[in-house]
Structure formats: structure tokens, C-alpha cells
């Protein structure tokens, strides 16, 4: 059974910087696609970054380009989201997703992936 948990979520400053972390349960994470996505309060999910199984190949949400970094270490069957230059419009549950077919295809779709954490709160003060 493959196990996703988010940590590292916290309350920040503006323009301040977090990173998240998701440690991955299961022999096959080094197969994985990884994504992030988050979601705010009565908002939909948003995507946020996905990374190819190998972190070749990478792609972001819009709004994150530039701010937003996502790594893997496959040894630690960890993947990471580093963000800069937080703004309040951060704010949100940041949850971590795998995808058993390791590309990053329609990546922004919830529905493309099979397992996910259950999430971990950013919240960025003014």
C-alpha cells in the first residue's frame, strides 16, 4: 500500500519561504510521477507543479513559476516543494500526489493521479 505524508506546511510572512516535504511509503517511488497541487478555502484544487519520475522534466501552475521548486530524492523516496517569495494568495492545504505511470501527461488533473497525502497547511500573513 503505497502511503503519501505531506509536512513542512506552517504560518509564514510575505515574501518568506517554506519548504514542504512528502515522504513516500512503498517500493516503486522512484517510478513515480510526482505532483503538488493545493487548495483554498472554497476554492477548487489547483495545480501546482507535477515532476517526471526521474525529475527530468518538470511543470508548474502559472502563478508559481519562478517562486515555486519542485525536487525528488529518490533514495529517500521524498519528493519537495520549495517556495520563495510567499504571498498571501498562498494560503492553502498543500497536498502531494504519485502517478504510477511516472510522466508528467495532463499533469494538472487531480484525476490523473492514483495516491495522495492528506495535506499540510500554508498560511502566509501580510
Known amino acids: 500500500q503505497v502511503q503519501l505524508l505531506e509536512s513542512g506546511g506552517g504560518l509564514v510572512q510575505a515574501g518568506g519561504s517554506l519548504r514542504l516535504s512528502c515522504a513516500v511509503s512503498?517500493?516503486?517511488?522512484?517510478?513515480?510521477?510526482m505532483g503538488w497541487f493545493r487548495q483554498a478555502p472554497g476554492k477548487e484544487r489547483e495545480f501546482v507543479v507535477a515532476s517526471t519520475w526521474n525529475g527530468v522534466n518538470t511543470i508548474y501552475g502559472d502563478s508559481m513559476k519562478g517562486r515555486f521548486t519542485i525536487s525528488r530524492d529518490n533514495a529517500k523516496s521524498t519528493v519537495y516543494l520549495h517556495m520563495d517569495s510567499l504571498k498571501p494568495e498562498d494560503t492553502a492545504v498543500y497536498y502531494c500526489?504519485?502517478?504510477?505511470?511516472?510522466?508528467?501527461?495532463?499533469?494538472?488533473?487531480?484525476?490523473?493521479?492514483?495516491?495522495w497525502g492528506r495535506g499540510t497547511r500554508v498560511t502566509v500573513s501580510s
Open positions: 512503498g517500493r516503486t517511488f522512484s517510478t513515480y510521477a
Open positions: 500526489a504519485a502517478d504510477r505511470l511516472g510522466n508528467i501527461g495532463l499533469a494538472d488533473r487531480p484525476s490523473r493521479y492514483d495516491y
